[in-house]
């Protein structure tokens, strides 16, 4: 089995567990959204200004000129078939240029319209390079990241992304004790007030002891709840491995409509955040 679940709100093993002193607040300088125009960008764009709102931080938009589609256009070679037609015509580079700022200059616009309706300082960068390390590059010590590209599901996307009832929908944290993993539950704690969700914690069974993650979280959680902040229903489920295929496999299962992941250690952290971004049929947020 790739994972097991079992009810945290039965389970209240939290006594006698020795715990490091816990952040409660997650702050931040600037919650980043790189998105597309897709229902999922949209998702993802509603997902961060809430977070810059609570957090009372910058709203960064990012618009990631995909290098590859450029060098690939620039090829002899390389046609494309549009929805319009079913032959194939050779890629234009300077078509597929200005498809780029008409898509830079929509996310801008949807940046500057989110900001304004919810009163939040606002900035908007075009860059170019492979679309989720070059983001992942730019982070800085205090920065949220809310992913939300269509990826591999873009042709499907007419149809809404979650058909879940609204009372079972799921925000899914991974937790491996760090103290990113703690600031991306906080995180997920801030948001799960404004949903009518219930919380999942993927805690992990690599080097650490699975009970031991999920006594920290629990005491996360008791903190938030002895403030009166935090009352929801909570699941926990123990990852046997935090991989891109573990995590996926979770979100077939509980169908979030948020996934959270704290902080990147190694590459193979950012190879598995890559690959959900492609994957997931919900955004990705990424707490440093």
């Known amino acids: 089995f790739f994972f097991q679940a079992e ?7 939290v006594t006698g567990v020795q715990t490091c002193a816990l952040p409660i607040y997650l702050t931040a300088l600037r919650v980043i959204v790189s998105c597309d125009d897709s229902p999922l960008g949209a998702q993802a764009m509603d997902t961060a200004a809430a977070l810059a709102r609570r957090l009372d931080a910058e709203l960064k938009g990012v618009f990631i000129e995909d290098v590859n589609l450029i060098r690939s256009a620039d090829l002899p070679f390389t046609h494309e078939v549009t929805w319009s037609g079913a032959s194939p015509r050779r890629m234009q580079s300077n078509e597929v240029q200005r498809t780029l700022q008409r898509q830079a200059q929509a996310l801008q616009t949807l940046v500057v319209q989110t900001a304004s309706a919810r009163r939040l300082r606002w900035s908007f960068e075009v860059v170019r390079g492979a679309s989720t390390d070059r983001v992942l590059d730019a982070m800085q010590a205090l920065d949220v990241v809310v992913f939300g590209h269509a990826g591999r599901y873009s042709a499907s996307l007419s149809a ?10 799921a925000m899914l944290v991974v937790f491996d004790g760090t103290p990113a993993s703690h600031r991306a539950l906080n995180a997920a704690l801030d948001l799960v007030r404004d949903t009518r969700s219930r919380l999942v914690i993927a805690v992990t069974s690599g080097d650490s002891d ?3 993650l999920r006594a920290r979280a629990r005491r996360q959680l008791e903190s938030r709840r002895e403030q009166a902040t935090v009352h929801t229903q909570t699941l926990f489920v123990t990852l046997k491995h935090r991989d ?7 979100a077939e299962t509980y169908a979030p409509h948020l996934l959270l992941w704290g902080g990147i250690a190694c590459d193979t952290d950012r190879a598995a955040l890559t690959a959900l971004v492609d994957m997931l049929r919900c955004p990705v947020v990424l707490v440093a």
């Open 7 to 13: 009810d945290g709100i039965r389970d209240s093993s």
């Open 160 to 169: 809404p992304l979650q058909t879940i009832d609204s009372a079972r929908r």
């Open 210 to 212: 699975p009970a031991l």
């Open 244 to 250: 891109a295929a573990t995590v996926a496999r979770v």
